[in-house]
């Protein structure tokens, strides 16, 4: 059973699909992660990613690169949760033509 903060964060479909662009792989920016799943604007995704990285979906940490500036990036935290993996591959088919 999902606790309701996860619940919650993974009523909306792009988030399912954040989800799964992290699961199975490396860390991954906003700026990855805005290749791998369609959003209108940068702004929308950093929203979606608050909301998973606030209800624990997700992990953040900060990277730095070379010019000393932050950089966040994020992995899945729960994607191997049988309840989580279950409604990812309950909702995959919906979410793919949303």
Known sequence: MLE???????SHPLRR?????LHGSSAQTTGELREL???ESLGALH???LVLE?????????????VDAPT????????????VASLLK?????DDVS
Do not use: F, M
């Not at 966040?72 to 309840?83: I, K, N």
């Not at 309950?90 to 919906?94: G, P, R």
């Open 4 to 10: 309701p903060e996860v619940r919650q964060a993974l």
């Open 37 to 39: 799943v369609p959003v």
């Open 17 to 21: 699909q954040i989800l799964r662009a």
């Open 47 to 49: 929203y979606h990613v």
């Open 72 to 83: 966040r990036s994020y992995v899945a935290d729960v994607a191997s949760d049988a309840a």
């Open 54 to 66: 606030q209800a624990g979906v997700i992990e953040g940490s900060d990277l730095w690169n070379n």
């Open 90 to 94: 309950a909702t995959k088919q919906l």
